[in-house]
């Protein structure tokens, strides 16, 4: 067996100990003698799954009694349709745009309302976050939506905008359980688990208990009401089974380490190396502001397009996969999610150092 280092913005690089325990369970999960992927989901081996899977991600993340944990399909794109279905009463919501995500949740907002964009980094490239110290916040807005990390332009806020007492809603798909995140100055947060959590195929909804009511936009089918999944503990239907189960390993993996406070500092240790390095060569460059660094997604530049194609083949002959970038920035792109271990951060450093003296 070889593994390789899979530097993907997602699906993405999953915790080795976590893919054994699965490989372990697979055939006769605990004795019951079946996998997870076979088992109803009204089954009290299930339930007990899912119990644990809530618990430990309330415990890790430190979700408050009055906040619901929804485990929800549809990915991160249909929150960018079920967020305003259920908080846009007066149908005003406020976005900030800092990239491809918050401008399709925006969109898709605007479908239900008005959508006003009250700041953007489109100017340059979303290669920055927008002061958000300010904002021209609309009397009637709903909400104040942001994308916490973007994925795509590897941006982070480190400072979240002063809303002017409106409720804030985040898109934290990126960097979910990447470090500590303060629930209460959330009304709503979601994370599509395939990027730092768990397999393709769930979003994790965290919302205030007060905004979880009955009163949703006229035409909300039943399934988007957030009540429905929230009455029936995410069980009003079939839920994806087999990531409930994977994401509860997961969490289960991330308290072993130490919790989120751990995994922050791990985070920011590898995201140094990575971009101590950039700032140091002659050949890479970071493409996004200093102090708005995501320290999950990691664009960067030859400047040189063959030579970016050349770079990105040959990482991946040994071993440092998923390395291009997105079409809308090029380049390349490393994410550095929780499972990558520091070691990959180290090889593809050095794999990069050697690159640039055999190329310069
Ligand atoms: C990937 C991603 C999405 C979209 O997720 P899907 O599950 O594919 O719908 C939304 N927001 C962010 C920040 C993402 O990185």
């Known amino acids: 067996m070889s593994r390789v280092y899979n530097f993907s913005a997602g699906p993405a ?3 080795e100990e976590v893919l054994r325990t699965a490989q372990k369970e697979m055939m006769d999960y605990h004795g019951c003698g079946q996998s997870v992927m076979e088992m109803s ?3 009290g081996v299930f339930d007990e799954i899912i119990r644990e899977a809530e618990k430990d991600f309330r415990e890790l993340v430190g979700v408050p009694d009055n906040y619901k944990v929804l485990f929800l399909q549809g990915g991160g794109t249909l929150q960018f349709a079920q967020i305003p279905m259920n908080l846009m009463k007066n149908r005003v919501a406020d976005y900030i745009i800092t990239g491809n995500w918050a401008n399709k949740a925006c969109q898709e907002a605007a479908i239900y309302g008005k959508a006003n964009k009250i700041a ?3 100017d340059r ?8 110290s300010d904002l021209p916040v609309d009397e009637d807005a709903d909400y104040v939506y942001i994308c916490h990390n973007n994925t795509i332009y590897g941006t982070q806020f480190k400072k979240l905008p002063d809303t002017k007492g409106k409720l804030l809603v985040a898109d934290v798909s990126s960097d979910f359980l990447s470090e500590p995140i303060d629930v209460e100055k959330y009304g709503l947060f979601f994370g599509g688990v395939q990027k730092n959590v768990g397999p393709a195929g769930m979003v994790i909804t965290v919302v205030r208990d007060d905004l979880v009511t009955g009163d949703v936009l006229p035409g909300t089918p039943t399934l988007m009401k957030y009540k429905t999944q929230a009455d029936k503990g995410s069980l009003y239907n079939t839920p994806n089974c087999w990531c409930i189960y994977i994401c509860g390993l997961v969490f289960r993996w991330l308290k072993a380490q130490g919790g989120l406070e751990a995994m922050h500092k791990k985070n920011e240790k590898k995201a140094a190396l990575l971009y101590d390095y950039l700032d140091s060569s002659r050949l890479f460059k970071g493409t996004v502001r200093r102090e708005d660094r995501s320290l999950m997604n990691v664009p960067f530049v030859t400047g040189d397009k063959d030579m970016d194609a050349k770079f990105v083949a040959e ?9 291009k970038g997105h079409r809308t920035v ?3 792109r490393a994410s550095l999610y929780n499972a990558m ?7 593809l450093v050095t794999f990069m150092e050697d690159f640039e003296k055999a190329n310069s």
Do not use: F, Q
């Open 125 to 132: 490239n979303y290669t920055y976050i927008p002061d958000c």
């Open 41 to 43: 989901h009204r089954s």
């Open 315 to 323: 990482a991946a002959e040994n071993g440092l996969v998923n390395l």
């Open 13 to 15: 690089i999953m915790p």
């Open 330 to 332: 090029g380049g390349m």
């Open 341 to 347: 271990p520091y070691a990959g951060v180290e090889k």
């Open 120 to 122: 953007s980094s489109e």
